[in-house]
């Protein structure tokens, strides 16, 4: 079983540069998400979907896009990469909204020089 | 916004000891998960507490929710290396169709 699958897994980005970061589910889950992770900040939620052509802002939006063509893709889009967007960025899927068990990918370390 | 909080940041024990990591959010939760994370992986839920009051048990772990539904407690008895990672607790305010995880408390232990 595959479950969640999160590609590109480690990215460097010049200042300036866009790129996107692949999230794809195969549980059926309608609900998926993407959190950073900075030390020390745990997980905080950039944007998430509770179902195919709906998504919603989390607590970190800004300089994220996100879009749900279908079920099981949950792209994010950095426009314009910036050194605060260094991180670790995971994707979850679940059941539903924060009431059934989230599951991980397996994150994406992306550096911004 | 909803914050929750955990205390410690970190704890660090040794082989044997018992440890316990707090969770304490800002507006009542309607569900509280707990997740681990191994270094260098990814969250992995380990349960989910909904009722009030409610305490759950899985071998030598013990989740608890509070009677306010607004704090939540996961206990090790015992810890082994095999416990060693970062405990997140994540939940959900009634109004809102997220989760929000705490800063996550980094359990070492030494053997």
Known sequence: ?113 | GQQVMQIPQYQHVQEGEDFTTYCNSSTTLSNIQWYKQRPGGHPVFLIQLVKSGEVKKQKRLTFQFGEAKKNSSLHITATQTTDVGTYFCAGQNTGRRALTFGSGTRLQVQP
């Not at chain 1, 996100?66 to 050194?83: G, I, K, M, N, Q």
């Open chain 1, 1 to 113: 079983n595959a479950g969640v699958t999160q590609t590109p897994k480690f990215q460097v980005l010049k200042t300036g540069q866009s790129m996107t970061l692949q999230c794809a589910q195969d549980m059926n889950h309608e609900y998926m998400s993407w959190y950073r992770q900075d030390p020390g900040m745990g997980l905080r939620l950039i944007h998430y979907s509770v179902g195919a052509g709906i998504t919603d802002q989390g607590e970190v939006p800004n300089g994220y896009n996100v879009s749900r063509s279908t079920t099981e893709d949950f792209p994010l889009r950095l426009l314009s990469a910036a050194p605060s967007q260094t991180s670790v960025y995971f994707c979850a899927s679940s059941y539903s909204a924060g009431q059934t068990e989230a599951f991980f990918g397996q994150g994406t370390r992306l550096t911004v020089v």
